[in-house]
């Protein structure tokens, strides 16, 4: 991945077609040093964000329209910058299936709706830190 | 015609009778279309106030609500932007955000609610059912157990909707003297199915599984209700369950009832529950033969083998097929190539439990 490592150039792609909840996500996260998110209300726009970006972390939705957050997991990691990109999929609970085939095609980590958060954005900086 | 002739005056030809009718019906077609037309326009103008509204709302409003859901800003702040007249779109606008969070920020919203819950509470004893099953779902959801009595007097509310909506709240805010209330509302929700009650009483947790025990024991409870409580025990895994279950089963008449206990009994069941699984594998009710050969095709013993080839020649399918599943766990496929080849009536069914053995399923 040649994404940025100083936390202060941090770009966040957020797919996610709920607005309330993309609202929240978004809020909580530009509140965090350096970070810029990058919403997509569908799986059209968030591959063409990713193509044109150059990506630290991404937070998938699973149920998106036109492409679903595997289908765009499984695209980001068929792009060389983005095979170790860290990725966090957001999934309604009872969806565990969802959950295992995320991890198969390379999920780093998943967040069950409803969410804290709070939660969801120490979970991501766990996951850049890591990287 | 002439005018003299009254009765000529009178009459009007066929073909004019005709046209009268058709254009009578022409008429009323189009009045209707118009009425429709005007109805739509009428309905989507209020839709479209309504969109407005929100929107508005939620301009004034998000900014704010998420600096206080990132502890960025203090309650009080978002409070003073409410205008009166605006505190029941407020309870729904928390609402909104309260379906898609959880946790600390959670616990914020019930704070951020509290004063205007009040009103919304009034809407209980509100004529429409649609307004009472709202303020139930307002205060169940945000009251955080302060509106517990008014929940459980929603539970003899008249529509099944506002008491399905207030025992899920009640569940939430668990209390085992509640318990019994709960599951009493949910036997007038006769309407609803016995899989969709149970999931609903599921919330109520294994902790109160002693309640559902006491309505299966209760012979003088709705089959209904004992059949709920039977498939929530099942869930829970109940390993308490077992006496009262076979208890029940001793005289229970009622199908539904008796295969939601031998469904506790094929999960948590042992050895000793054996003699009565075995007498209803012969039972007149498919679907309570059926129960009963399942869980002798899964835990039955070896002199269980021949009630199990007994009932490759069930009438009904499946009731043959789980007797073959049993037969093939049993490790005896000799036995099963045997059957199948013996061309009996299910010999198809023998074959396919042995090809899916053979292929793991």
Request: glycine content about 8%.
């Amino acid at each position: 991945m040649s994404a940025p490592s100083r936390p202060q150039d941090r770009r966040i792609l957020l797919a996610e077609d709920d607005p309330v909840t993309a609202r929240l996500v978004v809020h909580r996260l530009s509140r965090e040093p350096g970070v810029t998110v990058l919403h997509a209300a569908d799986g059209e726009t968030a591959l063409a964000i990713a193509r044109q970006e150059t990506l630290s972390a991404a937070i998938l939705d699973i149920r998106l329209p036109v492409f679903d957050g595997l289908y765009i997991l499984g695209a980001l990691r068929q792009d060389e910058r983005y095979t170790r990109l860290p990725v966090m999929m957001l999934t309604s609970l009872g969806s565990e299936a969802d959950v295992i085939r995320g991890f198969e095609m390379g999920a780093d980590d998943y967040i069950v709706k409803p969410f804290s958060p709070a939660e969801l954005v120490a979970r991501l900086q766990r996951l850049l830190a890591r990287r | 015609m002439t005018p003299a002739d009254p009765l000529a005056a009178q009459a009007v030809p066929i073909g004019d009778r005709g046209f009268l009718i058709l254009a009578a019906f022409i008429g009323l077609v189009t009045l209707c279309a118009v009425g429709f037309v005007l109805a739509s326009l009428m309905l989507r103008g209020r839709n479209n106030r309504i969109a407005r509204q929100w929107a508005a709302l939620e301009a004034r409003w998000d900014p704010v609500m998420l600096e206080v859901l990132a502890g960025a800003a203090d309650p009080a702040v978002l409070h003073a932007i409410v205008r009166s007249g605006e505190h029941t779109w407020f309870v729904e606008y928390l609402l909104r955000y309260g379906r898609r969070i959880r946790g600390p920020e959670r616990a914020l919203l019930s704070t951020l609610a509290m004063p205007y819950l009040y009103a919304v509470s009034g809407d209980l004893g509100h004529p429409s059912v649609e307004r009472r099953a709202r303020a139930a779902q307002s205060v169940g959801d945000l009251g955080g157990g302060a509106y517990r009595a008014e929940l459980l007097a929603a539970l003899e509310d008249r529509a099944p909707l506002v008491v399905m909506i207030a025992a899920v709240a009640l569940s939430r805010v668990y209390r085992p003297d509640d318990v019994r209330r709960v599951i009493g509302s949910v036997a007038r929700l006769g309407l609803l199915t016995n899989r969709l009650l149970a999931s609903m009483l599921q919330r109520l947790g294994p902790e109160s599984a002693w309640a559902f025990r006491e309505v299966l024991a209760d012979r003088g409870r709705p089959a209904k209700l004992r059949t709920v409580a039977a498939k929530v025990l099942a869930a829970f895994n109940d390993q308490e369950a077992g006496a009262n279950a076979v208890s029940a089963l001793t005289d229970a008449v009622d199908v539904d009832l008796r295969v939601a206990i031998l469904d506790i009994l094929q999960r948590i069941g042992s050895a000793e529950h054996l003699p009565i699984v075995r007498r209803l594998a012969g039972d007149p009710e498919p679907a309570v033969r059926g129960a009963a050969i399942r869980i002798l095709s899964r835990a039955g013993e070896e002199e269980d083998l021949d009630l199990l080839v007994g009932a490759l020649d069930d009438p009904v399918a499946w009731v043959a097929i789980h007797a073959a599943e049993g037969l093939r766990r049993s490790g005896r496929p000799e036995l099963l190539a045997r059957l199948a080849a013996a061309q009996q009536r299910r010999s198809s069914v023998i074959v396919s439990a042995m090809v899916l053995g053979d292929a793991g399923a």
